[in-house]
C-alpha cells in the first residue's frame, strides 16, 4: 500500500511541474481584491460573464490550466490528501486536524448508513429507472432520514431573509446597485449576526449526511440494477474504498482505492458550472439543503453537463481498432463534429484533472490487461486529437477524456458515471451554498422581454 501510494504521488509530483512549465509564460492572475458591488460585467446569454457573488472556495484559472481549493492546488491535494480531507477543507475552509479528521470520518461512516431511505427507495422501481432518476428520488428520500431537519421548528424564519425579490420594483428600474446591496447586507450584518439564516450546526450535519448518503444511494442503486442487494458500508475501509466497494462488491485493491480517492478530490468543486449554480439558487431562496442538492443532481444529469465521459467511451467502441482512429478523427472534424472528452469552455490549457487522470488510467490497465486495447485506442485518439487541435485551437483532453476510462478499468457501468460526479460534487455543491447563505441574497436576473405590448385580447371562439 505505501509502495502505490508512494508511486502515485511521484507521478502527481511530475504532471504538477509538467503543467507549471506548459504555462509559464501566461500572465499571472489579475485578482481584483474585494470587489465593490455593484460590479460592472460583460454578460452574455446563460449569464456568460456574469459575476454572481463573492467565494474562498475555489479558483479556476482556464488560461493556467490551475484548479485551487481554499488556496491549494489540486495537485498537492491528489498527491497528499484524501478525498475525507478535502471535503473538510471545502467545507470548513481548512484542512482538518487529525482530531477533527477522525470525528469527521466517524460522521461520515455513521451518516453513510441508510436504513430508512433505502428501505424506501427499494419501494419504487429503481431496476427501471435510470440511476440519475433513482439517485434524484434517493436523495429526496434522504431527506426524511434526519426527520428533525424538517420540523417547523427548525425551518428558517421568514423574517431571516435579508433579500427581497427584485420583481418588487418595476422590471425598468434599473438595479440601485452598491447602495442597495451594501443596505441589505447591513441589516443582516447588524441585526442578524446572532440568528444565522441557516442554524449553522443543523445545515453542517445535513452537508455531511448528504456527502456520506449520495455515495450510499449510487451503491444501492448500482446494486440494484444488477438484481442485487444493497451492501453496507465498512467501517475498515476508506471513503472511496467504500464507495468502490458498495457499486461492485468486490474489495478495491489499494490502486483502485486510490485512483478512486483522486478522482472524487478532482471532481469535488469547479467554480460556479451550472449544478452548483442551481444548487445555489434553490439555497438562496431559503429552501433545505437537501432540495438545493436534488437541483444540482437534477442539473448535472443532462447532457451538457454531466455525461461527456460516457460519451469517450462509446467513441471508443466505435473507433475499435488503433488503425482506424485517424480516419475516425479526420471524418469527424471534416464534418465539423466535435470530438468528446476535449475542450473546455474554461481550460485553454491542459485540463489539470485530466492531466493527473491520464497517467492514473496508465498504471491501472497495468492491473487490468483485458482493457489494454481500449487504452491504446485511447492513447492513439489523444495524440491524433490533440495533434489536429492542441497547440493551434488550444483544444485538449478534459476531466472527462480520462474519467470515463478510468472508471471502466474500475468495473464501474457506463450508466454510474455521472452518479459518480454527483458523489464527489455534492461537496463543492454544499460547501458553496453553505458560503453563500452567510450573506444571503435570493438569485434574480432579469430576461429581456422582446414579445409584444399591444395585442389585442380574442376569445377562445375567435382564437
Ligand atoms: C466543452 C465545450 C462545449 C467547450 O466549448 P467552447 O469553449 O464553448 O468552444 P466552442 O464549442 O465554441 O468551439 C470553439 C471551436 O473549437 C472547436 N471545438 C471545441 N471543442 C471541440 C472538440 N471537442 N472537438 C472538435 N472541435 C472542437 C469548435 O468546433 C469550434 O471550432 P470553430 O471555431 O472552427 O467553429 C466543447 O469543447 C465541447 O463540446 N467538447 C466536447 C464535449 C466535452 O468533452 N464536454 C466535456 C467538457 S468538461
Redesign the pocket.
Known amino acids: 500500500m505505501k509502495d502505490v501510494l508512494k508511486k502515485i504521488q511521484e507521478i502527481i509530483n511530475n504532471v504538477a511541474k509538467e503543467a507549471y512549465q506548459d504555462t509559464k509564460e501566461e500572465p499571472p492572475p489579475q485578482f481584483g481584491g474585494t470587489p465593490k458591488w455593484p460590479i460592472n460585467c460583460t454578460v452574455g446569454p446563460g449569464l456568460e460573464g456574469a459575476i454572481a457573488c463573492e467565494s474562498k472556495i475555489g479558483y479556476v484559472n482556464g488560461a493556467k490550466g490551475w484548479l485551487v481549493y481554499r488556496g491549494y492546488n489540486i495537485f498537492d491535494l491528489c498527491a497528499n490528501s484524501t478525498f475525507e480531507e478535502v471535503s473538510y477543507l471545502l467545507l470548513h475552509g481548512d484542512l482538518p486536524k487529525q482530531t477533527e479528521l477522525d470525528q469527521y470520518k466517524k460522521k461520515l461512516f455513521e451518516y453513510s448508513h441508510l436504513n430508512k431511505t433505502l428501505r424506501q427507495l427499494m419501494g419504487f422501481p429503481v431496476e427501471e429507472m435510470s440511476a440519475m432518476g433513482a439517485l434524484r428520488l434517493g436523495a429526496d428520500l434522504l431527506r426524511q432520514e434526519l426527520t428533525s431537519y424538517d420540523r417547523v421548528d427548525d425551518l428558517p424564519k421568514t423574517i431571516d431573509a435579508i433579500s427581497s425579490d427584485e420583481d418588487s420594483f418595476a422590471m425598468e428600474t434599473p438595479p440601485k446597485g452598491a447602495k442597495h446591496a451594501t443596505f441589505e447586507f447591513k441589516i443582516h450584518k447588524s441585526k442578524q449576526r446572532r440568528k444565522r439564516v441557516f442554524a449553522r450546526e443543523t445545515a453542517l450535519e445535513s452537508c455531511y449526511h448528504l456527502i456520506a448518503g449520495v455515495s450510499t444511494i449510487i451503491g444501492a442503486v448500482s446494486r440494484i440494477h444488477h438484481s442485487s442487494m444493497p451492501l453496507e458500508p465498512r467501517s475498515d475501509l476508506s471513503f472511496a474504498g467504500n464507495l468502490l466497494y458498495m457499486i461492485t462488491g468486490k474489495e478495491p485493491s489499494p490502486v483502485e482505492e486510490k485512483i478512486m480517492d483522486i478522482s472524487l478530490i478532482l471532481h469535488a468543486d469547479h467554480g460556479m458550472n451550472a449544478s452548483t449554480f442551481s444548487t445555489m439558487v434553490v439555497a438562496s431562496t431559503l429552501a433545505d439543503i437537501y432540495f438545493a442538492v436534488g437541483s444540482g443532481i437534477a442539473a448535472l444529469s443532462g447532457a451538457l453537463h454531466g455525461g461527456?465521459n460516457e460519451?469517450?467511451i462509446n467513441s471508443l467502441k466505435e473507433i475499435g481498432s488503433v488503425e482506424n482512429v485517424k480516419p475516425w478523427v479526420e471524418k469527424r472534424?471534416s464534418k465539423?463534429?466535435?470530438?468528446?472528452?476535449?475542450?473546455?469552455?474554461v481550460y485553454k490549457a491542459y485540463?489539470p484533472r485530466a492531466r493527473v487522470l491520464g497517467p492514473l488510467a496508465d498504471l491501472l490497465v497495468k492491473e487490468k490487461p483485458e482493457f489494454t486495447h481500449l487504452y491504446q485506442v485511447a492513447q492513439e485518439l489523444e495524440k491524433t486529437?490533440m495533434a489536429a487541435?492542441g497547440k493551434e485551437?488550444k483544444?485538449f483532453p478534459?476531466?472527462?477524456?480520462y474519467s470515463g476510462i478510468i472508471y471502466t478499468f474500475l468495473g464501474i457501468d457506463d450508466e454510474l458515471f455521472t452518479p459518480l460526479f454527483a458523489a464527489s460534487r455534492v461537496a463543492g455543491w454544499t460547501s458553496r451554498v453553505f458560503e453563500y447563505v452567510e450573506n444571503n441574497r435570493i438569485f434574480r436576473p432579469r430576461a429581456v422581454y422582446i414579445g409584444d405590448f399591444d395585442q389585442k385580447y380574442k376569445s377562445i371562439e375567435k382564437r
Do not use: E, P, Q
Request: proline share 0%; glycine share 8%; charged share 30%.
Open positions: 461527456a460519451a469517450v472534424l465539423k463534429k466535435k470530438i468528446s472528452g476535449f475542450g473546455h469552455r485540463d486529437a487541435m485551437k483544444i478534459n476531466v472527462d477524456f
